[in-house]
């Protein structure tokens, strides 16, 4: 079997995928698009998409916020979806390998910011110069090699790896292919805990009860819990603005210091 | 010294931003934020994100440097402890400078500094969050010579590190 | 795309010139992300963003452009979604300073930006990761794991069709509305009351999921007394999705102490090893 067309694909789903990471934010990097990207172009769509499913609650609370990755779960989910497909192997093989290679593409991806970091005072320059068809030629430039590096990345993983990834899924012996299907189970707390992180504060602790509440007890859907969820948003943020709007405006930099000093030194 | 009520003086480009004022003000247990700026006092918009992005609970207050003065060296302010936050040197220097001795700051942390404002060419990379010109770094010398010294530490979970040794 | 003849207050003559402005900005304001750097995160394509805008304002190659575009070199770094309501905000800023030719103080178009970028991030990355994006996910997976197209369709549509209304009308508003209206609205809370609310329905999302998501149960049988016993049944009996629950607890209470995911990533693997050789799961109940 030949790696190259297959190569090819997985480069061109990994380009597609870091570009609608980026570009309007799309959500390209959620594991449940990138496993579905890939299943289209590697021509087993169904896969994909159940595959992305079972990595995206496994990274259900990695977020990259400010540029700033802790793991690249796009990436891991690009490979570890080519993998499981390329190789038909179950999914808890595509979750344990989508580990190692996320934190390959953090460092991957580190590299590159360090070079575009390299490249903003030539922006400068350029402009001091007052040239700005250089300041537009460079910028064309760093996208465009964003861009090719993912593809390059994709096609070398898949291209040099998949034999060698081949020989390792075959050689894993039944108990640990188990517990890794048991560990695939559980990893999605990890996210989950990892959004909660994000949301906490002791005030709202008893909606999270609720939520969990309503699913394990009554047995609703995802669907009926936003929809609650939704209502009970709205009214916590009409009672919010009506007490806002109670309180009287506190004086702001306009008023005589000695309310400052006041408003400073009492509790 | 009965106790110190400024825990921190801490520079920052962004002064409150984030989870780092939160993750300080928690850290320190501080009952005030000061931000201390000629220029921003006089910037509702700028007071009101600063006042916005503080932390729910402490009070947050921005004064020019003469009227933070006026506060931090009143008797009253021994039983607080108050978080300072600045973004220019030269200011750091005054409040410094005008503070009473036993109104010294626990601990002088310069965490992030000089991307802001004006491009890097000319400035030395002290850290990855910390760019000085020449000028600021002899303040900075200076002021370690005054025995004001000054730590770079940008979250409490990171280790601190003297000034002194990087620039 | 006609010459400068046209004025520097061409934005919004007209309809057809104001639909150009808006459409512009929205295409190019999406590759914000793009030369993201160490030193001055999205600064560079912040300025690239306002390029062609500039250059109208203040007319090609002149030395006023290009000390625009320098000024807008400076760190920026905001959730993507917030950043075209700040980028509009500046070009009617950058409008003003051309209209009133000095009087206009310049250092207030970067003071702005600085002032804005950190509660926008606050709001939007609450807003997008915290509630949009739980959502869209809670709701689409579940069709995901039976490997229909409905589940990143539903995904997808969920998720952007918000993130681009906000980017289209936040720069409407913030073309038009000017600063005064960004004061009224952090000093009146509103900014506080929309993170808080989005909050709340984050965390029944992410309640609702762990019930949901997170698989593990014991599938531990034996016969003691001529009964078989089932330790899940028994578990069951406590309370529905106890160990889920108690997982996820765990895992928030550590890592809220010390940020370690990876830590706990490979704590759960060891667990999920040596639960499945003792026989307490992953046999066949």
Known sequence: MTMIWPAFMVG?????????????????????????????????????????????????????????????????????????????????VAIALSLPISMLGTLVYQLFKIWATALVPRFETHLKEHNIKKFNRLWQIQRAVYLLMWFLMGFIGIAAGTSAIKSLVNAIPKPVMSSLTVAAGMLPAVGIALLMITLWNNKLAPWFFLGFAIVSFFKGTMIEVAFIGVCIAVLVGISDLSKNKQKPSTPEGGSSESSVEEDFFND | ???????????????????????????????????????ISKNEIQKSALKMAAPENIKTFIQPVDEALKLLNDPRAAKLSILVVMNDPKEVRRVLEGLKPDAKPETLDLANYGRIVGDLEGKHKITDTVYLTDDEIRIFKDLSSENFKFIYQPLPSDTAKALDDLI | MTDQVQKYDSFLTDKHTEKQFYRKLFWRQNWLMFCTSYTKQQAVTYSWTLEPFLE?????DTPEFYSAMLRHQTFFNTTPMMAPFIMALNLSMERENHDTKGKFDVT?????????????????DSVQQGALRIIATGIAIGFCQKGMWLGPVLFLLIYNIPNFLIRWYGAKLGYSVGQEFVQKAMANGIFKTITNAVSVLGLMMIGAMTAQYVTFTSTFVTKAAGQTFKLQAVLDQILPGLLPLVLVLCCFAYLRKKNRPVRVLVAILVLAFVLTFLGLTGGKA
Do not use: C
Request: hydrophobic share 50%; proline share 3%; aromatic share 8%.
């Open chain 3, 108 to 124: 207030s178009i970067t003071a702005i930006k600085s002032a804005l970028m950190g509660p926008f991030a606050g709001l939007g």
């Open chain 1, 12 to 92: 061109i789903a990994l380009t597609i995928q870091k570009w609608g990471d980026w570009y309007g934010s799309l959500g390209f990097n959620r594991p449940m698009v990138a496993g579905t990207i890939v299943g289209i172009l590697l021509g087993h769509p169904a896969e994909g998409i159940t595959i992305g499913a079972a990595l995206e609650l496994v990274y259900l609370g990695s977020i990259s916020l400010g540029g700033v990755m802790p793991q690249d779960f796009g990436m891991g989910a690009v490979f570890g979806t080519a993998f499981g497909i390329l190789l038909s192997s179950k999914t808890s």
């Open chain 2, 1 to 39: 010294m009965i106790s110190t009520m400024i825990k921190m003086l801490r520079i920052d480009d962004r002064l409150i931003h984030g989870q780092v004022a939160v993750v300080w003000s928690k850290n320190l247990n501080v009952s005030r934020i000061i931000v201390i700026s000629d220029s």
């Open chain 3, 56 to 60: 109208k304002i203040y007319g090609k």
